[in-house]
């Protein structure tokens, strides 16, 4: 069966940084690219980072850049999203999603598969 399970979420000050895992079961994911949306409460789910097949190509949203870093560890089969001097906008479900082509996609429709989300929470 295959399944993404995102894991690293929390609670943190404004500032403060986590790091998000995206483990798979049934599959590797060094086949698939990779990226991790948010979504917040009542708003879209939008693209936040992605990493190719090959690891190639990585993508940030301009809200992100410079503060994330996605990365793969191909030997645990899991995909990172160190996240620093997080802001309280960053407040948000985080979602991870494989898609088959090596390519990035800020769309929802581009990916085949994806994990349950894990909450984070950026307050003071």
């Known amino acids: 069966q295959v399944q993404l399970v995102e894991s690293g979420g929390g609670l943190v000050q404004p500032g403060g940084s986590l790091r998000l895992s995206c483990a798979a079961s049934?599959?590797?994911?060094?086949?698939?690219?990779i990226g991790w949306f948010r979504q917040a409460p009542g708003k879209e789910r939008e693209g936040v980072s992605c990493i190719s097949r090959s690891s190639g190509i990585t993508y940030y949203a301009d809200s992100v850049k410079g503060r994330f870093t996605i990365s793969r560890d191909n030997a645990k089969n899991t995909v990172d999203l160190q996240m620093n001097s997080l802001k309280p906008e960053d407040t948000a479900v985080y979602y991870c999603a494989a898609r088959k082509y090596n390519s990035c996609s800020t769309s929802v429709r581009g990916y085949d598969y994806w994990g349950q989300g894990t909450q984070v929470t950026v307050s003071s």
């Open positions: 049934g599959f590797t994911l060094d086949s698939y690219s």
